[in-house]
């Protein structure tokens, strides 16, 4: 983490430059990313998204062009900070500096400005962050004064504001008009890398703030299920493939929310973190391949179906762990009705996964970056045909940065 | 008569293997050939399968005078304390002998009876399945493996029955074609006949699996002998004997076509001749009555005396008694020549079922006198069975007729008819009569025990079979209408039921001669005075039977048709079977509409309110957020304040 500050630096820097040669940008975005990479086998797949997204750029021509390469730099070096600072100041910075760049980002298009979604969406974002922040702060003065009663509060600010921020229901409204009118490859960045930080930091305040209270449970646990049932069910009716994708986000976001009922019992919060990374991996590979298909409407097949069929949970697919991972510590952690649902909304979501494939089983009309970008992904979701042990040993490592200094 | 506890002896697996595969595997040959090429060669592959049931035969007369009394056994699932039990004691070596001498002797009747049949490979191949099995039934100890033979038996005679399945020919169905009654179809086809066979005895089958499985998990052990039953009925008590004991009879009940399980035995009639005939006598049918014998000589009910088994063995009684006046009734008022044995068949079971059960009162004498009428009556009907399959060959004709014509004629066959009924009657001297007195003798035992009402049923019983016999004998060769006879060969066939008739004197030496026990027993019950004056009223009735063989009246038709039993077959259980087709089908309907329709429209419904939401307008999004957000922060609120 020494080198936080110089990748900063060089991303400031190249960010500047890019404005006259544009692959400045490029390099400063890689040079201060690798500065930032830690051996963990977490740290380096989110590396991989983040190499992904900035790939994935490569695709637009538009007013942003090269600055996007900083941004995409600048969301990777605070989400590798989030995972390791033990600092409540730190965390809500990484918090704002994860999530502000997007603002810009939504609005790049090839051609014009997109005024409208950036408003839609910054609208949200503040909102989310207002909430957020004050939760946390709160929850931690509620903590060290013992006062339970704000805590709850502060606890479902927090959770609000979480919820707001990654598009769960039934605080979605953002994300099908944002991903249907935005262009494709900014919404694949806002749908994969950005999405970390907020249940990181999520992660670490609750279960260092953690007062006990069932209630807290079961508002985490009635918010996850009805992000899955309005993502599962409004995805069903829906034919363009970046509203599918949208409700798909929707319900992906309300079964990682489902972890953080178990961050409370610390016993499991490895297995329930485990889970919620790997789902969280799973998405963001999955909506970068389908985004980029969308860029390009077409994709190519073989890759279609995998990752289709890893977004449904088919064995070995990463989807698949992802959502054992997360239905293991809610079995463990005895919150076997949440689980019951998880299931049910796993098969909901067969047919508009189908769908999706069906959209894009006859086109084959892609550029060659977009078409290596997919099987990048394709092949990605096939690396747990091994045992994904090492997302399990990642996590366990990861848990000693759990605690938030001086609480 | 002492039943000690049998010992384990040994003898050669060998013998047994060939007692049961033979008559199957030398049925193999016609029965692969057959579909191939039905010429000269493969019809003679038949004596093939008559040489496999004489080797079953022959075996059979070795353990009969060759094998001491005992349990031979042979390991199979030793782990669990199941193995292959072979007993050889009173009742199965007699039974033995029958079965293979009487199943040989109709295969030999079946060469010239079924020589220009369509379909010898399946015929060859279930009769020698059905001796197999009915010997395995015979000779087990093991319930398990007894069940396997069970089993054996309801498949052949669903074959056998149904063997004419193109039901292509008149002569082979039972009833007058097409006559109606009401909602029923009064006539009957071979292919209806064997699905009644099976479809009936598997009723019966289910409760009795599920007793021998029950028996098994109570006691630890399945071989009829060594079962402790004073101690099982003791320890489930008097509910529990009652149902384990009624499901188990569940099985022999069906299988010997006790009421109301009886019609299937009436349309049994649809199978060749030589099909009923086996089945009459030592198979099947017979099958029933000897479990429940075989199963009483071992429960030895006259030592247990708990008030749950005297409920079963009254139960028995009386069921038998009824089926027999039943079987005896209709048989007077048939008018097919097949359908009048078959009743008189059902009521000669109903016989052995009440002789049996009173063994519970009288004791083990009682079970002996049963065996002994079985075996009688054994010979005699299958005697009687294969006289009307030669007759119904040589009259084209299965309804009862003939007159003096037939009986100059045929008069070999008429005379054994005429010795097969009179025998069978019970007129005295001849074999019956003495069988009868001992029953009769029971039977006025039970007076004391009981009350009148079984010997009462008795002397009824033996004086209608009495007039129906000659009314068989009378119609056929004496005094029924003008018949067509189209005589040709038939050599084989009379050798064969005389032969079988001869049976039934050398059972009168073995009376007279007292080579057996029991023999004994029965002389000195046929001289006593009420066997004499019941052996009197018998001729009586024979001979009035003989004289006006004939009568119209209202209870005759009633008795015609059967008491109209078969609307248990035909109409009530069918309606009962549509009525839970029809339950299943609306739940079916419910289903496909929950699942095509409900469901679908119902998830299609919301989904479309969900993305209803998406107007694009940023004001309303904000007022859904904010309503969400400020009205779960004020339920939180108001819940931490607590």
Same mark, same amino acid.
């Given at each position: ?407 | ?304 005396? @708990? &008030?749950?088994? *005297?409920?079963?063995?009254? =139960?028995?009684? #009386? ?5 027999? !006046?039943?079987? /005896? $009734?209709?048989? @007077? &008022?048939?008018? *097919?020549?097949?359908?009048? =044995?078959?009743? #008189? ?5 109903? !016989?052995?079922? /009440? $002789? ?23 010979? /005699? ?262």
């Amino acid at each position: 983490m020494q080198f936080a500050i110089p990748a900063v630096l060089i991303l400031a820097l190249s960010g500047a430059f890019s404005l006259r040669f544009k692959y400045v940008g490029f390099a400063g975005a890689l040079v201060a990313s690798a500065l930032m990479v830690v051996n963990n086998p977490l740290l380096l797949m989110v590396f991989v998204i983040a190499l992904l997204n900035l790939a994935s750029l490569d695709l637009m021509k538009g007013f942003l062009r090269g600055v996007d390469y900083t941004l995409v730099g600048l969301i990777f070096v605070s989400t590798s900070f989030a995972f390791y600072s033990q600092s409540l100041a730190f965390l809500l910075t990484m918090f704002v500096v994860a999530s502000v760049p997007t603002y810009m980002l939504v609005m790049a298009s090839d051609k014009e400005i997109r005024m409208e979604v950036g408003i839609k969406y910054i609208t949200f974002m503040v909102v989310a962050t207002i909430l957020f922040m004050i939760g946390a702060i709160l929850m931690v003065h509620a903590s060290a004064t013992s006062s339970m009663g704000l805590y709850y509060l502060a606890f479902t600010m927090l959770l609000l504001g979480l919820a707001i921020e990654v598009g769960a229901g039934p605080f979605h409204e953002w994300v099908p008009d944002v991903f249907d009118s935005a262009d494709p490859i900014p919404v694949s960045v806002i749908a994969s890398i950005a999405k970390f930080v907020p249940f990181v930091v999520a992660f670490k305040i609750i279960s260092s703030t953690y007062m006990g209270g069932d209630v807290l449970i079961l508002i985490t646990g009635i918010i996850a299920v009805a992000s899955m049932f309005i993502g599962n069910i409004g995805a069903l009716t829906s034919s363009k493939p970046s509203r599918i994708l949208a409700y798909s986000t929707v319900a992906n976001m309300g079964y990682i929310i489902s972890t953080l009922a178990v961050a409370l019992y610390t016993e499991y919060v490895y297995i329930a973190f485990a889970g919620a990374m790997l789902l969280l991996l799973t998405n963001s590979l999955g909506k970068i391949g389908f985004f980029v298909g969308i860029k390009e409407d077409a994709m190519p097949k073989i890759e279609t179906y995998i990752l289709s069929l890893s977004f449904i949970g088919i064995p070995p697919l990463m989807g698949f762990w992802g959502k054992l991972y997360v239905l293991a510590s809610l079995v463990y952690a005895n919150l076997v009705w949440i689980a019951f649902f998880l299931v049910i909304n796993s098969a909901m979501s067969v047919p508009y996964y189908i769908r999706l494939i069906r959209i894009f089983e006859d086109k084959k009309d892609f550029r060659k970056l977009a078409g290596y970008l997919v099987t990048v992904t394709a092949v990605l979701m096939l690396i747990t045909v091994v045992p994904p042990n090492w997302i399990i040993e990642s996590s366990r490592i990861l848990m000693k940065y759990l605690a938030i200094g001086g609480v | 008569m002492e039943t000690a506890a049998l010992m384990e002896l040994e003898l050669n697996p060998g013998i047994w293997l060939m007692l049961f595969f033979a008559p199957i595997l030398a049925s193999f040959p016609i029965a692969f050939i057959w579909p191939k090429r039905q010429d000269s060669f493969a019809r003679k592959l038949s004596i093939l399968s008559v040489l496999g049931l004489f080797v079953s035969f022959l075996i059979t007369v070795f353990i009969l005078f060759r094998v001491e009394e005992g349990r031979y056994v042979y390991p199979w699932l030793p782990s669990i304390g199941i193995n292959f039990v072979f007993v050889v004691d009173y009742l199965s070596k007699y039974m033995g002998a029958l079965t293979g001498f009487i199943a040989f002797t109709i295969g030999v009747y079946g060469l010239e009876y079924m020589k220009d049949d369509y379909r010898l490979g399946w015929y060859w191949f279930f009769f020698n399945l059905f001796t197999a099995s009915m010997l395995l039934v015979v000779y087990s100890d093991n319930l398990l493996m007894l069940l396997i033979g069970w089993e054996g038996l309801g498949i052949a005679s669903w074959g056998l029955i149904g063997h004419w399945f193109r039901d292509d020919d008149e002569l082979s169905y039972v009833g007058v074609i097409d006559r109606k009654m009401g909602p029923l179809k009064m006539f009957w086809s071979p292919s209806t006949g064997g699905w009644r066979a099976i479809s009936t005895i598997r009723v019966g089958d289910m409760p009795m699996f599920l007793a021998v499985a029950a028996i098994f998990a109570l006691t630890g052990t399945l071989d009829i002998s060594r079962i402790p039953w004073a101690e099982l009925f003791e320890n489930i008590g008097m509910a529990g004997t009652v149902i384990l004991l009624f499901a188990f009879l569940m099985g022999p009940f069906t299988k010997s076509a006790q009421l109301p399980f009886s019609e299937w035995l009436m349309t049994a009639m649809t199978g060749p001749t030589t099909v009923s005939a086996l089945l009459h006598s030592a198979t099947m049918v017979a099958a029933g009555t000897y479990l429940f014998m075989r199963v009483s000589w071992y429960i030895k009910p006259w030592e247990i005396q @708990l &008030a749950g088994v *005297e409920i079963i063995y009254i =139960l028995v009684l #009386s069921l038998g008694l009824i089926s027999s !006046l039943y079987g /005896a $009734s209709v048989a @007077l &008022a048939s008018r *097919e020549r097949k359908v009048l =044995l078959a009743a #008189s068949t059902m009521s000669s079971l109903g !016989l052995m079922f /009440a $002789s049996s059960a009173a063994s519970f009162w009288i004791g083990e004498f009682a079970i002996v006198v049963a065996f002994w009428y079985l075996i009688t009556h054994a010979f /005699a009907k299958a005697t009687l069975f294969l006289v009307a399959g030669h007759i119904i060959h040589e009259t084209h004709d299965r309804f009862l007729g003939g007159d003096r014509e037939v009986f100059s004629k045929m008069k070999l066959t008429a005379l054994v008819t005429l010795f097969a009924t009179i025998t069978l009657a019970g007129i005295p001297p001849l074999t019956a009569y003495w069988v009868k007195s001992a029953m009769d003798e029971v039977m006025e035992k039970l007076v004391h025990e009981v009350n009148i009402l079984p010997f009462a049923f008795l002397v009824t019983i033996s004086v209608i079979y009495s007039a129906f016999l000659a009314k068989f004998f009378a119609l056929n060769f004496w005094k029924g209408r003008h018949v067509h006879l189209h005589l040709h060969g038939g050599g084989v066939m009379k050798t064969a039921y005389t032969a079988m008739v001869s049976m039934l004197l050398v059972l009168l030496a073995v009376i007279y001669l007292g080579i057996d026990h029991a023999a004994e027993e029965f002389i000195k019950a046929g001289t006593v005075e009420v066997s004499f004056m019941v052996g009197i009223l018998v001729l009586v009735a024979y001979v009035a039977g003989f004289i006006k063989p004939e009568h119209e009246n209202f209870i005759g038709k009633i008795l015609y048709d059967r008491v109209y039993v078969m609307l248990l077959n035909d109409y009530l259980i069918p309606k009962i079977g549509w009525a839970i087709a029809w339950i299943v089908d609306i739940f079916n309907r419910f289903l496909d509409f929950t699942a095509h329709t409900f469901i679908p429209a119902l998830f299609g419904g919301i989904s479309v309110s969900i993305r209803a939401v998406q107007s694009g307008s940023l004001e309303r999004y904000a007022k859904i957020v904010v309503s969400f957000v400020l009205a779960i922060l004020f339920i939180v609120s108001i819940v931490g304040w607590f």
